[in-house]
T-cell receptor, first 111, second 116 residues
């Protein structure tokens, strides 16, 4: 599974757009990029997944450049409740579908 | 609510003891995964079952074992417990398409194990 590198922590203010970038230099052709969100003492929750270019859903956007060696999770107009740890995962989805979580990025949204 | 249930929510036991954690996947999901999350180790994949059969193994100790029953619920057995086994144990489930391009897993609320 491809190794990922994310910032350890980020601070933002309510109402701002937050971009969290993940590096995955050795991503393989079959790999997808997936982001999860985790609140304290809760299980991670799937946010978004993409393979290339841009993916958008009701909570976030995911930008993937052509070389796919990095990706950026964009959270529009964050609120205090978006304070959480965000994990970037890279991997293909064969029968094992094992997820490898790195250290994640602790996002703190300030009032 | 993810649809994945885990019992018990909290468990306090002593070193050397054995405990069983239980997980019920979302309705229709055939895969069950177990993860351990401790403060100093992050979220670690332990083991996966698919429709009753072991499919993948991660950093699972020999003192730990798991199984998935015909009704698809799963149990994680932890024996000869040590202080370092204190952690949050999460179960997750995913859909029935074995070769889906999805990496989406649905996590339960976790069981907090404290070994004294």
């Amino acid at each position: 599974l491809a190794k990922t590198t994310q910032p350890i922590s980020m601070d933002s203010y309510e109402g701002q757009e937050v971009n969290i970038t993940c590096s995955h230099n050795n991503i393989a052709t079959n790999d997808y990029i997936t982001w999860y969100q985790q609140f304290p003492s809760q299980g991670p929750r799937f946010i978004i997944q993409g393979y290339k270019t841009k993916v958008t859903n009701e909570v976030a956007s995911l930008f993937i450049p052509a070389d796919r060696k990095s990706s950026t999770l964009s959270l529009p107009r964050v609120s205090l409740s978006d304070t959480a740890v965000y994990y970037c995962l890279v991997g293909s989805t064969g029968s094992a579908r094992q997820l490898t979580f790195g250290s994640g990025t602790q996002l703190t949204v300030l009032p | 609510d993810s649809g994945v249930t885990q019992t018990p929510k909290h468990l306090i036991t002593a070193t050397g003891q054995r405990v069983t954690l239980r997980c019920s996947p979302r309705s229709g999901d055939l895969s069950v995964y177990w993860y351990q999350q401790s403060l100093d180790q992050g979220l670690q994949f332990l083991i996966q079952y698919y429709n009753g059969e072991e499919r993948a193994k991660g950093n699972i100790l020999e003192r730990f074992s798991a199984q998935q029953f015909p009704d698809l619920h799963s149990e994680l057995n932890l024996s000869s417990l040590e202080l370092g086994d204190s952690a949050l144990y999460f179960c997750a489930s995913s859909g029935s398409q074995e070769k889906s391009s999805y990496n989406e897993q649905f996590f339960g609320p976790g069981t907090r194990l404290t070994v004294l």
